[in-house]
């Protein structure tokens, strides 16, 4: 009964809890049940709150009962990144500068969720503030690959991906800046949405790289993710940066999801995967096959700056990250060294020992890269450089109405393979970042596995605020295979 | 020592706090003398993952003063993240201005001595947030108190055009006297709505050679008088720092000194190991602002006469004093109750009399300005119109405007009722000064006589005849009459 | 490998961050530190002489907010996660000169 449970989507258990046929409840103590059985092998959560979720759940439940109004998750159980803050517990960003902190506010996309009467199962573990390509920068715990225990989720939102993949939440909110919600979701065999810069309030997201940084789903099936998205996508006064109404309006991303859009011509760009793995270029090869059996154009098309992308964005995003975390200093919140001899070292002695390597190394690249003298030939070049990038994906778009790539040259890799090379850590995210310096929407959706029984991912990207469309394209795919209804051997 | 040539060179950098109801960036209130930190949210705490907003009055305020001050308004202006580290500044970044501040190039008008005026080139107007307070617990810690961080602050430059402690004082003075008309600031110096920070160096005539010493800044100062008195102590300690060392100005050796107001000195702040290097980039949080025509002469059309064209006005217009017409264009209010009274028909120079020195004094005592008195403009105007046509004395008009405002009856009410009402008919008053010669021979022949005792006695009878008729003789009606009938 | 940023280097920018490093720390940086901006260097290759710097990717400018004062959090909330408090302030060791950074 549970693993039937457990194996609907976030969209059908709504569906049967707001129908009575199953009880919140239900469905989120058989969440905790998972969660007892596999976080011990998986670490996925650094935090939990079983019994405010199941107050949660009573709640919904109540509310049915009594035929009251109810939210379009209701009594869904999912799972939120630990870099969104809320009231009701710890948000820790998986550092120890922010081990015991607790945000006097909710991020607004949580409140978003508990107004669609959600249900909080907890706080998933992530790459320290954000910063990483495979959890393994987490500074207080250690998430595997629920597919493969010797190998990375993937990061930085691997909690949330191998929590999804391991059925310990129905869904679950990851953040993406350079490709962390859509790896993941890549290595872990589900579904990653990272929306138009804009689309998603960030109000509440612990900033890393402020012009990159976007909220989305992570979710096994692509209509949880329009399910999702229909609750967290919309103009948030408190966030300056997020898209008013009138310009990009909010639609109903459900609504023609089984839809395919007519006269659609996809573009790739050979060149690029061929960086990628055998395995991966097959499962990417094969998926575009099915497209082509669709009655879809594929054309090749050329991105010739995509190949800058890293550099540029290593300069921006850490250029932004190097004042976005200037603020922990153990002065009015977080760690505070014991023994500082002056109020300098309260400073210097606090961020020391509460920063891990990664968030040090980023911070100091990005502070080099807008001191005087260095400005212009680094932080300036490649603010231009990402006006060229996303040029090119202009350019695409004027000929067609998607691009598709892999999400990452390899699969799943081993635990401890690329972290003592930060740089080749960096050059994993070759095909992620593009679409976070252009701001473009971007999914990952399962295409497949590689002989070694790891899940490949194929990235699609279409212009900005089309995500309405993006979704569609997504799902005409997802109908004609099973790869989302595949699971982990651990959780069998 | 003898005295060597030199020119004072000062330029001012004036952060203004604007009395908006809210921060820049947050939703928190602008109160000031409150319990600490009772005035902050996520936003000016700096908490991990909040966002600024822009405070639209703020923007608007700032757009006002800088037409004020003859600036051009950017069309296109944006937000510059300034990062530096301090316990005050929660995000330990300041959300500034840099490259494009929101207004250029503009100037201010100070009145110098003689009537002649000096124009003070601005060289930018930006707006950026304010920090939280440091203060130093004599237990041995700091304390921080972040009520004040994110207060909306306007920082205006001026170019190095003044040239003695008079004229920065002067400027300090019309920039203050500016911003509180316009009703942007409450511009208090004593509250810290107003910092100065003048850069002072001097070009010394050396056999024939200009030698420049180095920029000295100055901060620390909380009243006009400190500014003038700094600038004044820095002028003569940097003539006598060269006269020893010679020291000229290079890149690099701008210090910083604190003011030491008991002492009356600037004092060198301790050297900072490294120049600050502030890493200004473009903020991610926030979008640029474009000023549209339409917007801008919105904000044009609500700029008022500015308080120095208007002190001209009354003193070529209506004949007042440059002082008198200063104190009365000191707050806005003032100078628009006069306004009033005189469209109401008051005698201007009357007005001025009645308003500057009963209507401050009585302000005073009242703790609030002379418009909030309480009187209406036309029972001032009927005041003044009394004193004028000689129906009550200077004096009594004292007297009267007292019980205007605690009674708020009308001034003819009030002088009847007080039988302050002068009798100024001279049939009536020839009749009584009759009386009172023909009761005093000796001092008519006094009067007649010429001479010393003359005067004396002169007053002697005008003070008889005030006291026939109770005080309440038009003393110079009754001083006609008596030099008529003493020829 | 060329050393773009060496120890001394490492050392002021770690200062600049406010980052007490070790020695063994300030090595190792300045190794993985060069390596990256090696691999930066690439950017020189573009010609972005015409090129607009691209700071915000929305077509997005005057937002703004009403002038309406909402409630603080209260001297309670805000020092709830203070490391070090002293009655209603935050509490640090004593700050030696008067001035502020700026």
């Known amino acids: 009964m549970s693993d039937e449970l457990l194996n609907l989507s976030c969209k059908e258990l709504r569906d049967a809890i707001a129908a009575g046929r199953v009880k919140s409840v239900a469905?989120?103590?058989?969440?905790?049940?998972?969660?007892?059985?596999?976080?011990?092998?998986?670490?996925?959560?650094?935090?939990?709150?079983?019994?405010?979720?199941?107050?949660?759940?009573?709640?919904?439940?109540?509310?049915?009962?009594?035929?009251?109004?109810?939210?379009?998750?209701?009594?869904?159980?999912?799972?939120?990144?630990?870099n969104m803050?809320?009231?009701?517990?710890?948000?820790?960003?998986?550092?120890?500068?922010?081990?015991?902190?607790?945000?006097?506010?909710?991020?607004?996309?949580?409140?978003?969720?508990?107004?669609a009467d959600a249900v909080i199962v907890g706080k998933t573990n992530l790459d320290e503030f954000a910063m990483g390509s495979s959890t393994e920068n987490s500074g207080l715990k250690k998430t595997v690959n629920p597919w493969d225990l010797s190998r990375v989720p993937g990061g930085s939102s691997g909690g949330s991906a191998a929590a999804v993949a391991a059925r310990m939440c129905f869904a679950a909110l990851g953040s993406d800046t350079g490709g962390s919600i859509r790896q993941p979701a890549s290595f872990c065999g589900t579904v990653g949405l990272k929306p138009t810069y804009g689309r998603v309030s960030r109000f509440g997201l612990v900033a890393y790289g402020s012009s990159l940084d976007q909220i989305g789903p992570v979710t096994r099936t692509v209509a949880d993710t329009a399910l999702i998205l229909n609750v967290i996508a919309g103009h948030d006064q408190k966030d300056s940066t997020s898209i008013s109404e009138q310009i990009a309006p909010v639609c109903d991303y459900l609504e023609k999801l089984d839809e395919p859009p007519k006269g659609l011509k996809i573009g790739i760009v050979p060149q690029l995967n061929e960086g990628a793995e055998q395995d991966v270029r097959k499962a990417i090869g094969e998926a575009l096959e099915v497209y082509r059996n669709l009655g879809v154009e594929i054309a090749e098309i050329t991105m010739p700056h995509f190949d800058y992308s890293i550099a540029a964005y290593y300069l921006i995003a850490t250029a932004e990250a190097s004042s976005n975390l200037a603020r922990y200093d153990g002065v009015h919140y977080g760690y505070r060294t014991p023994r500082p001899n002056d109020y300098i070292e309260v400073y210097s002695k606090s961020r020391a020992e509460g920063f891990g390597g990664e968030v040090k190394r980023r911070i100091m690249l990005g502070t080099y890269v807008l001191s005087s003298g260095y400005y212009d030939a680094y932080y300036l070049k490649a603010l231009k450089v990402r006006n060229l990038i996303r040029g090119d994906f202009t350019k695409a778009f004027e000929s067609c109405n998607c691009v598709m790539m892999p999400v990452s040259p390899t699969t799943a890799f081993k635990i401890g393979e690329k972290i003592d090379d930060p740089l080749q850590m960096y050059l994993s995210d070759v095909y992620t970042i593009a679409a976070n310096l252009a701001g473009v929407p971007a999914i990952s959706i399962p295409c497949g596995f590689d002989s070694k029984n790891l899940p490949v991912g194929l990235q699609i990207l279409t212009p900005a605020f089309t995500e309405e469309k993006l979704l569609r394209i997504a799902r005409m795919y997802e109908k004609q295979n099973q790869w989302h209804l595949k699971k982990p051997a651990l959780i069998k | 020592m003898a005295q060597l040539q030199y020119k004072a060179v000062i330029g001012l950098e004036i952060h203004v706090h604007l009395c908006t109801e809210t921060k820049m960036f947050c939703s928190c209130a602008l109160e000031y003398g409150l319990e600490a930190n009772?005035?902050?949210?996520?936003?000016?705490?700096?908490?991990?993952?909040?966002?600024?907003?822009?405070?639209?009055?703020?923007?608007?305020?700032?757009?006002?003063?800088?037409?004020?001050?003859?600036?051009?308004?950017?069309r296109f202006t944006k937000w510059d993240r300034k990062s530096y580290y301090y316990p005050d500044l929660p995000k330990n970044y300041q959300i500034s201005q840099y490259d494009l501040p929101m207004s250029r190039n503009g100037f201010i008008e100070i009145a110098l001595e003689g009537g002649l005026t000096k124009k003070i080139r601005i060289i930018r107007v930006h707006l950026e947030e304010d920090a939280g307070k440091n203060l130093h617990s004599a237990k041995g810690f700091s304390q921080v108190d972040l009520n004040r961080a994110g207060a909306p602050l306007l920082e205006i430059v001026t170019e190095p055009d003044m040239n003695s402690p008079e004229e920065v004082r002067a400027l300090a003075v019309e920039l203050q006297r500016i911003v509180r008309h316009l009703g942007v600031s409450e511009a208090d110096m004593q509250k810290g709505h107003m910092r100065f920070e003048p850069n002072i160096n001097l070009v010394i005539d050396?056999?024939?050679?200009?030698?420049?010493?180095?920029?000295?800044?100055?901060?620390?100062?909380?009243?006009?008088?400190?500014?003038?008195?700094?600038?004044?102590?820095?002028?003569?300690?940097?003539?006598?720092?060269?006269?020893?060392?010679?020291?000229?100005?290079?890149?690099?050796?701008?210090?910083?000194?604190?003011?030491?107001?008991?002492?009356?000195?600037?004092?060198?702040?301790?050297?900072?190991?490294?120049?600050?290097?502030?890493?200004?980039?473009?903020?991610?949080?926030?979008?640029?602002?474009?000023?549209?025509?339409?917007?801008?002469?919105?904000?044009?059309?609500?700029?008022?006469?500015?308080?120095?064209?208007?002190?001209?006005?009354?003193?070529?217009?209506?004949?007042?004093?440059?002082?008198?017409?200063?104190?009365?264009?000191?707050?806005?209010?003032?100078?628009?109750?006069?306004?009033?009274?005189?469209?109401?028909?008051?005698?201007?120079?009357?007005?001025?009399?009645?308003?500057?020195?009963?209507?401050?004094?009585?302000?005073?005592?009242?703790g609030c300005s002379v418009a909030e008195l309480g009187i209406k403009p036309k029972d001032m105007a009927e005041l003044a119109k009394m004193v004028e046509d000689g129906q009550v004395s200077a004096t009594a008009s004292t007297t009267i405007f007292e019980k205007i405002v605690e009674t708020a009856k009308s001034p003819i009410q009030i002088a009847e009722e007080f039988n302050l009402v002068q009798k100024s008919d001279a049939g009536e008053l020839g009749k009584i000064v009759e009386q009172v010669l023909k009761d005093n021979p000796q001092a008519v022949d006094d009067v007649k006589s010429g001479g010393k005792k003359s005067k004396k006695a002169r007053g002697f009878l005008l003070g008889q005849v005030m006291q026939k008729t109770g005080g309440r003789a038009n003393p110079k009606v009754v001083s006609e009459i008596l030099a008529k009938k003493l020829t | 490998?060329?050393?773009?940023?060496?120890?001394?280097?490492?050392?002021?920018?770690?200062?600049?961050?406010?980052?007490?490093?070790?020695?063994?720390?300030?090595?190792?940086?300045?190794?993985?530190?060069?390596?990256?901006?090696?691999?930066?260097?690439?950017?020189?290759?573009?010609?972005?002489?015409?090129?607009?710097?691209?700071?915000?990717?929305?077509?997005?400018?005057?937002?703004?907010?009403?002038?309406?004062?909402?409630?603080?959090?209260?001297?309670?909330?805000?020092?709830?996660?203070?490391?070090?408090?002293?009655?209603?302030?935050?509490?640090?060791?004593?700050?030696?000169?008067?001035?502020?950074?700026a």
């Open chain 1, 27 to 82: 469905a989120t103590e058989t969440v905790f049940e998972q969660i007892e059985k596999y976080e011990p092998s998986v670490g996925a959560y650094i935090s939990t709150f079983k019994e405010q979720a199941l107050t949660q759940a009573r709640q919904v439940d109540d509310k049915i009962t009594k035929g009251r109004p109810i939210g379009a998750l209701a009594g869904v159980p999912v799972a939120i990144k630990d």
């Open chain 1, 85 to 115: 803050c809320i009231t009701f517990g710890a948000t820790t960003c998986a550092s120890k500068i922010l081990e015991n902190f607790h945000a006097p506010y909710n991020a607004a996309v949580v409140e978003r969720l508990l107004a």
């Open chain 2, 38 to 74: 009772s005035r902050v949210c996520p936003v000016c705490l700096g908490m991990p993952g909040v966002l600024p907003v822009m405070n639209k009055h703020a923007f608007e305020y700032a757009m006002l003063t800088a037409l004020a001050l003859n600036c051009e308004i950017s």
């Open chain 2, 206 to 366: 050396k056999d024939g050679k200009d030698c420049k010493t180095p920029i000295v800044e100055v901060k620390n100062l909380n009243s006009f008088r400190a500014l003038e008195r700094s600038v004044a102590y820095e002028i003569a300690r940097q003539l006598d720092e060269f006269a020893e060392t010679g020291l000229v100005m290079e890149i690099g050796n701008k210090t910083t000194r604190g003011w030491d107001d008991a002492n009356e000195i600037t004092v060198l702040q301790r050297e900072k190991e490294e120049a600050h290097d502030y890493r200004y980039f473009p903020d991610p949080d926030l979008v640029p602002v474009e000023v549209s025509d339409q917007w801008l002469e919105q904000i044009r059309s609500r700029l008022c006469e500015l308080p120095i064209k208007k002190q001209m006005r009354y003193v070529s217009d209506y004949g007042l004093s440059d002082y008198d017409a200063g104190v009365l264009t000191a707050e806005r209010a003032m100078a628009d109750f006069f306004e009033e009274v005189v469209k109401d028909g008051g005698e201007p120079k009357r007005v001025c009399n009645l308003l500057t020195q009963t209507g401050l004094k009585l302000a005073n005592e009242k």
């Open chain 3, 1 to 101: 490998m060329k050393n773009i940023i060496n120890e001394k280097q490492v050392r002021a920018v770690a200062k600049l961050s406010r980052l007490d490093l070790t020695d063994a720390e300030v090595e190792v940086f300045s190794r993985q530190l060069s390596s990256i901006l090696e691999y930066v260097e690439k950017l020189n290759k573009l010609d972005t002489a015409n090129v607009e710097p691209l700071a915000h990717c929305l077509p997005v400018s005057n937002v703004f907010r009403e002038d309406k004062i909402k409630e603080s959090l209260g001297v309670e909330k805000t020092l709830a996660n203070a490391p070090q408090r002293d009655g209603e302030f935050f509490k640090v060791p004593k700050i030696l000169d008067d001035s502020s950074g």
